[in-house]
């Protein structure tokens, strides 16, 4: 879910104009425009998504921090425990998110 997340935010933020950075970038004015759907602008006129990752595990949130959009995103809106599923669906549901 996250890896999939991640991918959606370098894509809009391609759209919109913005680097890995959540620095504008672009090109055309028309870019800057609903920025405000999926982006709030932090301090410096960088532009933060509007996001929280959750995970069962810190990997995949190590992961998308190491990613070409990792530093995007607040550190504080990674929420992520330390034990995980296994990719066990029913064990994440069942045992670990009860």
């Known amino acids: 879910g996250n890896q999939i997340g991640a ?5 809009i933020s391609g759209e919109h104009g913005l680097d890995g950075s959540g ?18 602008e932090g301090a410096g006129n960088k532009y933060v998504p509007r996001a ?28 992520f425990g330390q034990s995980g599923a ?3 669906w029913a ?3 069942y045992t670990e998110g009860a």
């Open 7 to 11: 991918a959606f935010w370098q894509q």
């Open 23 to 40: 620095v504008y970038n672009g090109t055309s004015e028309l870019q800057l425009e609903r920025m405000s759907v999926y982006f709030n």
């Open 52 to 79: 929280v990752l959750v995970d069962l595990e810190p990997g995949t949130m190590d992961a998308v921090r190491a990613g070409p959009f990792g530093q995007l995103f607040r550190p504080d809106n990674f929420v």
């Open 86 to 88: 296994g990719n066990n």
């Open 91 to 93: 064990k994440g549901h």
